[in-house]
């Protein structure tokens, strides 16, 4: 159930944006959708059954594996439900973090991740285009934190849901007033934000790492 949940929100998501994008984007694109979108949302497709072979419960089996078996550090937790969950999110979203950093300063790793800074325009398709290899090794990264730290299944899921909505999200090209921009981007991963990591200066790319919350770079 909890796939269908994610896949229907995905879907909801991406057509909404899309819509956006039709009728107001940030910025007009050389390249058409026609050229770039069939490739993009195929390596997306093939991402998903990828994962779904060699993963078979991804990381949701992983958490429900490690409270079967009492693993980790939150399966001996005696404190706060609602803290648990809390600190359960952000240990997540610092190791994608630190991820993405990984991928970009090691050498073979960048040879994957470079895939997805190839796209030549940047839209709601850019979220999903990634190299096989790279989420795979994403996967097991995030799999690995999850059986460490033993965090639930409930944590497991609200964050997979958000990392797949907000990708989605700071990829797209679309269109926020700027005075609504300028507040956003103090507690969100804006499209702006994130398009200057997709800069095709080498500096500009070591900056906005994050998909949900722009404090990481600042700490």
């Given at each position: ?88 999110l ?35 398709s ?84 994050g ?9």
């Amino acid at each position: 159930m909890d796939i269908y949940v994610r896949f229907f929100a995905f879907v909801l998501i991406t057509l909404a944006l899309m819509v956006w994008e039709f009728f107001a984007p940030r910025k007009t694109q050389a390249i058409s959708r026609i050229q770039r979108w069939p490739a993009n949302f195929a390596m997306g497709f093939a991402n998903i059954l990828l994962l779904r072979l060699a993963f078979a419960g991804a990381a949701l089996g992983a958490a429900q594996w490690a409270v079967d078996r009492g693993w980790g550090f939150f399966n001996l937790w005696q404190g706060p439900v609602i803290l648990e969950f809390i600190l359960s999110l952000v240990i997540l979203d610092l190791a994608i973090y630190a991820q993405h950093r990984l991928f970009h300063r090691v050498p073979w790793l960048w040879r994957l991740h470079r895939v997805h800074h190839a796209d030549l325009e940047l839209d709601v398709s850019s979220g999903v285009r990634f190299h096989p290899l790279e989420s795979l090794l994403s996967m097991a990264i995030k799999m690995a934190v999850v059986l460490g730290f033993g965090v639930g299944v409930a944590s497991v899921f609200w964050f997979e849901l958000s990392l797949n909505l907000l990708a989605m999200f700071n990829h797209s090209n679309i269109y926020i007033p700027a005075p609504l921009e300028r507040v956003l981007r103090w507690f969100l991963i804006t499209p702006d934000l994130h398009r200057i990591h997709h800069s095709v200066q080498p500096d500009e790319q070591q900056h906005n790492f994050g998909f949900s919350v722009p404090w990481w770079d600042q700490i």
